[in-house]
């Protein structure tokens, strides 16, 4: 039941510890909504995989270089070329999976160019973003190398517009195969006798497009060729990824999945989802925004007929489906490109706002998804973190991923929420032993809402709550404010099969309640 609240009825008290002393100690000017959701503690949908919760490294601006590597000789505190302060944040957050080289990049790297002495990697021209040269310092054996430091599961994507099965076929043989083979003791002598056990490899990018403008029969013509090449080199079982489609296109799975049929399917089968922006981040008006954060209503319902288009060929889900990459794209700003290079947009309390659905979309369809990859960790799109010569911020999409981390690998449980609309409450919970998370997000900039939760199937015995808001949705973390938003603690009143908390307008709540 929706009502809306006189504005002296609607109240909140950040950091207050009972619902009881939620009096008017500051009261809203805009109206409250009152929310009634039921959570099925008992009825579970399926495991919400730390994979989810995946990201996406790019050759593009300042993601890999002078993001994420400085270089060992930089003035820049690194840990071996590693830029210090992000491999810390980076690993408090945990970084579930990264994927790495692109994008559009990834059809046109070949991995050759990346290993042995790094005075004689050769030069290579960035194509995709901006032409601009890559020294190659950064490579397979840095990258497994940062994916080590903040705990990251490497997941490479592989070339298959400019590239040949016989040159992916070699890169998981020199990952991957233990020893004795002359690839695999090239990768010794560059510094790793132990194999790399990479697991995911994506078959392209993009194939659509930038990754060769293929049609769906002729990418799956050169998926069934990779694919026969990319092997179990040693213990490590590579889990093979197709290009799926750009959006919510059923042509381009259909056609791919009919080219297929007969033989093996792919592992998993990768989409992208972005959320176009028509304003600069920071100065999105309020029908930009209502627009942008609807686009995740399309989100879930791609997934859904994605994984129902899926369902027709492989009726028991042995394939997987991707959401590769996803986020929001606004509009650049050309001066901030020039500084801080290609695809750099500032990440504001609407970005986090958008972070959170995504994340309870994902939650919500746990069972139909395998991985799903933000674009970008570092400095490009959607971003976790901002790099500007030594100084690093986290960005509000950082700390939505910090509200939303409890719910990794819990079990996604079923909630009952009457506020369908797009810009509605946003709900998602999981559940494991005696943990139930639950996280709200209110999309809107000028309702507050106060939400009742009926538990059924448990009983809950204390609850703590956590928000991250600004009234402002264009606010943001800057190098000179990198505090401005942060999550901090909130009020929730939690009383056996009842929980109460109150949401501001533009604000992410995660409830951690411990169940009786
Ligand atoms: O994330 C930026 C670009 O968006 C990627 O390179 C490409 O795959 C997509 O179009």
């Known amino acids: 039941m929706n009502r809306i609240l006189t504005r002296r009825e609607f109240a909140y008290s950040v950091g207050a510890a009972a619902f009881s002393l939620i009096a008017s100690r500051r009261v809203f000017s805009f109206q409250a909504q009152e929310q009634r959701i039921r959570i099925n503690a008992d009825v579970e949908i399926g495991t919400i995989r730390p994979e989810l ?18 270089g060992k000789d930089s003035r820049i505190p690194n840990v071996d070329g590693y830029r210090k302060q992000a491999v810390e944040y980076l690993r408090e957050l945990g970084v579930p999976v990264l994927r790495w080289p ?18 004689k990697r050769p030069k290579t021209v960035n194509i995709h973003w901006g032409n601009y040269t890559e020294d190659n ?13 903040i705990g990251a599961e490497p997941y490479f994507a592989g070339n298959v517009g400019s590239g040949t099965p016989e040159e992916l076929r070699d890169w998981v043989e020199y990952c991957n195969f233990p020893s004795g083979s002359t690839l695999s003791d090239e990768r010794a002598r ?30 799956a013509s050169q998926f069934r060729r990779f694919a026969t090449f990319i092997r179990s080199f040693g213990e490590t079982r590579p889990y093979l990824l197709a290009c799926g489609p750009s959006g919510n296109d059923p042509d381009w799975s259909r056609r791919f999945m009919d080219a297929m049929r007969g033989r093996r399917y792919p592992n998993g089968f990768s989409m992208h989802f972005y959320s176009g922006g028509k304003n600069t981040a920071t100065n999105f008006t309020v029908e930009a925004m209502q627009e942008q954060l609807s686009s995740f209503a399309r989100l879930e319902q791609a997934i859904k007929q ?5 369902d027709g060929y492989d009726p028991e889900r042995r394939m997987g489906l991707l959401v590769d990459e996803w986020g929001v794209w606004d509009r650049m700003v050309p001066e901030e490109e020039k500084r801080y290079g290609r695809l750099w947009q500032q990440i504001t309390m609407r970005s986090a706002v958008a972070a959170a659905l995504g994340l309870n979309v994902f939650h919500r369809q746990a069972d139909k998804l395998v991985m799903c990859n933000i674009a970008q960790i570092v400095n490009v799109l959607h971003s976790m973190l ?8 986290r960005t509000t999409s950082y700390y939505a991923f910090d509200l939303l981390k409890a719910h990794r690998a819990k079990a996604a449980v079923h909630v009952e929420n009457s ?29 507050a809402m106060r939400v009742n939760c009926s538990l059924s199937g448990v009983a809950a015995a204390s609850g703590k709550a956590r928000i991250l808001h600004d009234s402002d949705f264009n606010a943001c973390n800057t190098f000179e404010n990198p505090d401005r938003i942060v999550p901090k603690d909130h009020a929730v009143k939690v009383e056996a099969s009842q929980i109460g908390v109150d949401l501001p307008p533009m604000s992410i709540v995660t409830v951690l309640v411990t169940v009786a």
């Not at 901002?386 to 911020?393: A, G, S, V």
């Not at 609309?421 to 000028?446: E, F, Q």
């Open 53 to 70: 919760h995946g990201h996406f490294a790019e050759h593009l601006g300042s993601c890999t270089y002078g993001g994420l590597w400085v």
């Open 102 to 119: 692109g994008g559009c990049f990834a059809d046109d790297y070949h991995w050759r160019d990346g290993i042995g002495p790094k005075e």
């Open 137 to 149: 310092s950064f490579g397979t054996h840095e990258f497994v190398g940062l994916c080590r430091l």
């Open 190 to 219: 560059n510094g790793s006798p132990e194999p790399f056990r990479v697991r995911f490899w994506g078959a392209g990018n993009e194939n659509w497009g930038c990754g060769g403008n293929m049609t769906p029969e002729e990418y």
């Open 306 to 310: 994605q994984r129902a288009l899926l």
């Open 386 to 393: 901002l790099t500007y010569e030594d100084r690093c911020i």
């Open 419 to 447: 506020d369908s609309v797009p810009l509605g409450l946003s709900v998602s919970a999981s559940r494991k032993d005696k943990d139930l998370v639950l996280t709200l997000v209110n999309p809107k900039h000028d309702v």
